[in-house]
């Protein structure tokens, strides 16, 4: 069994289909921890409505280290195996990062190398000014290059010629929380093979 740990400063909406996968028996996981450096994320309250322990760690007055430094020690109180970023709008520490190498997961709104460092909505009005036919999202591990980690993988769906912003949000947001349970899924199945 994984014990996964959530990072996240937005609304959290991939958090239902976890804690879905893990509730049918789906994921062999517990969800130990959510952390937000927002207090206001809406991510906080859904994982409160879950009965999750879920943690606001203020980034006020700290450097990146020291603030990465406070949640990492949460993560490891909580014996965390594996981290999922889910909408969270930092830039973790290299320190961060090499002491969770190749423990901390991302999913971004593209078929990464494409739109490699964009957020959000600027993704998505990108990939229509592209007139792109198909888009996606990707999981990746989390590297000190932004978006530039191993692929675990992806999922595509079609750009339609009167999509708008939104509409195109929405659709690869679906998307997002079936391939971050199959990602864990094949992390799970990996670590098994491993030992």
């Known amino acids: 069994m994984i014990r996964l740990g959530i990072l996240g400063s937005t609304r959290g909406t991939n958090l239902n289909a976890i804690v879905t996968a893990i509730q049918c028996q789906r994921l062999s996981a517990t969800l130990e921890i959510v952390i937000s450096n927002k207090s ?3 991510i906080l309250e859904r994982a409160s409505m879950f009965g999750l322990h879920a943690e606001f760690v203020d980034p006020t007055g700290l450097t990146r280290e020291e603030h990465d430094l406070k949640v990492s020690n949460l993560l490891k109180h909580h014996s965390v195996d ?3 970023l889910m909408g969270y ?8 990062i090499a ?4 423990k901390v997961i991302n999913v971004h709104p593209s078929l990464l190398p494409a739109y490699q460092g964009m957020m959000d909505l600027d993704v998505h009005r990108a990939v229509i000014a592209a007139k792109e036919r198909e888009t996606g999202c990707t999981v990746h591990y989390v590297t ?3 978006d530039s980690g191993p ?3 992806q999922k595509k769906c079609q750009v339609y010629a009167a999509d708008t912003v939104e509409e195109l949000k929405a659709r690869v ?3 997002e929380g079936e391939v971050l ?9 990996q670590a098994m093979v491993n030992r």
Request: glycine content about 2%; overall charge neutral; cysteine-free.
């Open 99 to 102: 002491a969770w190498k190749d």
């Open 82 to 84: 594996l981290v999922v």
């Open 173 to 175: 947001q679906q998307l």
């Open 40 to 42: 206001s994320a809406p």
């Open 89 to 96: 709008m930092r830039i973790l520490s290299g320190s961060f």
């Open 144 to 146: 000190e290059r932004v």
């Open 151 to 153: 692929m675990i993988l």
């Open 181 to 189: 349970v199959e990602a864990i899924e094949k992390i799970i199945q």
